[in-house]
C-alpha cells in the first residue's frame, strides 16, 4: 500500500536520494511522504558517516605523512649543512697547518739506506723524495708542541694525500677532534693504538674519514684506477728521525666483517700469511714479495658505495727504506 503524502513545507521534493526544500522553505521534520522510505535513509545516512569519518582519516594521514616529509626534508637540509661546515673548517684547518708545515725552498733529493736482500730475492730500486714536499724538522717540532699526540706526517706524491697522524690510547677521540684537541666533523688521521709509532713495525695501521668533498682519505679511491695506481706507488711518513718510505702494493674495497686490521700475531709464519694474503685481494695484482721480516703500512677509510657503513677502501704498503730528513 503506498504511503501517504503529508506535506509539512512548500515545495519540498523527494529526488530518490533525499528531500530537497526549495530556496525559502521551512525546514520541518517529515515522517512519510510518497517513496520515501526510512530504512534505506538510515543506511544512506550511516554511508554518509563512514564516508565523512574514512575523509577526516584520509586527511590526518596526509597531515601526518606531509609532518614526516617536511622533518625529513629540514634533517637533510641541516646534515647537508652540517657536511659542508666540516668540509671547509677541515679545509681552513689544513691550509693553516700547511703554512707552517711545508717547506717550499729547493733541497737536494735524499735517497733511503738500503740492504741488499738474500738471494733469491732482487735487489730493491734506489728511491728518492723531494724535501720541498715535506715538513721540515722544525715543522714537526711546532706540531708536537700543539700536541703531544702527533706522531709524524704522512704524504702521498702527486696527490692531495698529505696529513698530519695522531695516536692516543684509543681509536675513537681523533674520529672527531683536531690536532689542537678540538671538535671537528674530519676530525685526523691517527694511527691504530696497538701499533707502536716509533717503530712501526709489522703491521702498522693509519685510519682516516673520507668527506664528501673526497678529503682526507677521500682521494685514496684514485688508486683504484689502474694508470694512477701504476704511476703513484710510493708514500712517505716523515717523522724526527727521518723519513721512512714504502712502495704500494694492494689496495681494494671490503667490509668491517673482513679483519684486515690484525696487529698481533702468535709467529713469523702467521704473519707472513696475513700480509701475503693482503698482497693477494689487491685489485691490481703486483705480485710482491714478502718476508716475515717485512714491514707493512695500512691506510684505511670508509667507502659507502660498497656495504654502506660497512664498506672499506683500503691501501697497503712495504717498507723499503730510510732516509734522514733534510
Known sequence: MAHKKLVLCKDV????????PAPGSYSLSIRRIEGFNEHDAARRRQRMRKKAEKKR???AMYILIQSLMLAIMFLSIGKIGENFQGNLEGNEHRS???QFVIDTTEKPYATPDRTAPPYPLATPERVTYSPKEIPSLESLKKLKEINSDFKFWLHIPDSEVSYYVMQTDN???YLHNNIYKNYSASGACFLDYRCNSDTMEGHTIIYGHTMNDF???GKLRDWLKKDFFDNHRYMYTVAEDGVTMWRIYSVYITTTDEYYIETWFANDADYLAF???LGKKSKFPTNTVLTPEDDVLT???CYRPNGGAKGRLTVHAVKVGKAPLM
Not at 521534493?13 to 530537497?20: A, S
Open 13 to 20: 521534493k523527494w529526488n530518490g536520494n533525499r528531500l530537497t
Open 57 to 59: 582519516k584520509s586527511k
Open 96 to 98: 693553516e697547518i700547511e
Open 171 to 173: 681509536n675513537e677521540f
Open 215 to 217: 678529503s682526507m682519505f
Open 275 to 277: 700480509i701475503e694474503d
Open 299 to 301: 691506510l684505511s677509510t
